[in-house]
């Protein structure tokens, strides 16, 4: 929040003129009259507002109420970019997750002057761990976690590969955690900041872990990829890492991406110089404590 | 073996006759990483790995054009393990290739007129 924005303040700026979120390499105005979504906002960019006079913004989004009978009777929130709406409404009570799924869909629409793989990242010693993966893979749990011990959060949702360097941008936006990895973190990280819980979502309850403001001071920090990591999570199952040839790790990165085939033959040379320059391995995961061991010896100093 | 009956019916691409070669491919749209390549097609943006022998006989035969039965002879020559009949084994990899359209045949005529 710009510094001494309380909430009434910033309330009244959502409600007018719109706020602005700075998100790494991202401008966002966003216009809502919902008290859930001024709440959620300010607990969670506080430290990413920028000036609501703020001249030029790469998305327009507006959160509210769908008007006629929806305002009385099962209340709902609308996502809108650039006054129009892409997706069905959802519960009133979800509007912030919409605003972050919503946001996600933006990103992927129009970043396209990086490789954007859905993964999370974080990063240690300027060297960056990318943690591609499909729902339900872990990846966010694990994400949270390294984050909140030792390593600083680049994006739970996208690896921003910038094509000319190859370095992965950062994108500090909470963390969004479901179901059994809310109790997880939460008991595990006393300190970690969580918004409400929002349930019956279509992924089940949801809450967003706020990054820390180290992440958000550094988000103009760049990092260097090293080494890609394709979590599977298998309860049960004895954690192993298991090193992934080039070629595999670069077919499971395209499929993974989200604007591959847009780029063309530029994304096919983003996602070579990604993997040559990475170690790739599969990480089964069961518990995390392992996992969190196996992740971490990957950054620890070879003799 | 006649290499007539080589080329039954339906068998596909480079019979005797014809010769084969990759389509033009931008080199940095071509890794090599140990026994992988990977090949990025720009005119329909699919990505293709290639491993081990079938790696090998890709990069042969961007080296230019050449008949079945010369790669065959050579890989033969190469004493590779686990191909079976080496005739057989390039005559499946040259009809992967031009399912996916990697291939140009032409026949080894107009290739000998082509060099004259």
């Known amino acids: ?303 | 073996m006649n290499p007539d009956d080589r080329r039954s019916p339906g068998s596909g691409v480079a019979g005797p006759a014809e010769s084969v070669t990759i389509i033009p491919l931008p080199e940095s749209h071509v890794r090599r990483w140990d026994d992988e390549l990977i090949v990025y097609d720009q005119r329909c943006g699919e990505t293709h790995l290639l491993q081990g022998v079938v790696a090998m006989l890709f990069e042969w035969l961007r080296e230019g054009p050449c008949t079945a039965d010369a790669l065959a002879e050579r890989l033969s020559a190469e004493q590779v393990d686990g191909v079976g009949d080496t005739y057989t084994f390039v005559r499946q990899v040259l009809n992967e290739l031009q399912r996916l359209q990697l291939l140009e045949v032409s026949p080894v005529e107009d290739q000998q007129a082509s060099q004259s």
């Open chain 1, 1 to 303: 929040m710009q510094a001494g924005t309380d909430i009434q303040t910033l309330s009244r700026i959502l409600g007018t003129t719109g706020a602005v979120i700075e998100i790494g390499p991202f401008l966002v105005r966003l216009r809502s009259r919902l008290d859930s979504v001024a709440a959620a906002v300010g607990l969670h960019y506080e430290h990413q507002l920028r000036a609501p006079d703020t001249p030029f913004c790469d998305f327009h989004v507006r959160l509210d109420r769908p008007g006629g009978l929806r305002r009385w009777w099962k209340p709902q929130a609308r996502f809108y970019l650039d006054e129009t709406s892409p997706f069905k409404p959802l519960p009133l009570n979800q509007a912030f997750p919409l605003f972050e799924w919503g946001l996600n869909w933006c990103i992927a629409q129009r970043g396209h002057r990086f490789l954007m793989v859905h993964s999370a990242v974080v990063e240690r010693d300027g060297r960056a761990l990318i943690l591609p993966g499909a729902p339900g893979s872990g990846k966010s749990t694990l994400c949270a976690a390294l984050s909140l011990s030792g390593w600083r959060l680049l994006s739970d949702e996208f690896a921003l590969v910038e094509l000319d360097t190859g370095r992965i941008t950062p994108l500090p936006r909470p963390v969004s955690l479901k179901n059994a990895a809310i109790g997880i973190i939460r008991d595990r990280y006393p300190g970690a900041v969580l918004g409400p819980e929002t349930h019956d979502t279509t992924k089940g309850t949801v809450a967003h872990l706020k990054p820390s403001a180290d992440a958000v001071e550094r988000a103009g920090d760049p990092a260097e990829p090293a080494w890609i990591v394709f979590p599977e999570f298998q309860a049960g199952a004895a954690d192993r890492l298991e090193p992934v040839s080039r070629g595999q790790a670069l077919l499971q990165l395209a499929d993974s991406a989200f604007n591959y085939s847009v780029l063309g033959g530029r994304g096919f040379e983003a996602g070579a110089a990604l993997v040559e320059n990475c170690q790739s391995f599969r990480l089964t995961y069961g518990d995390l404590n392992a996992s969190l061991k196996l992740l971490n010896s990957l950054a620890e100093p070879r003799s």
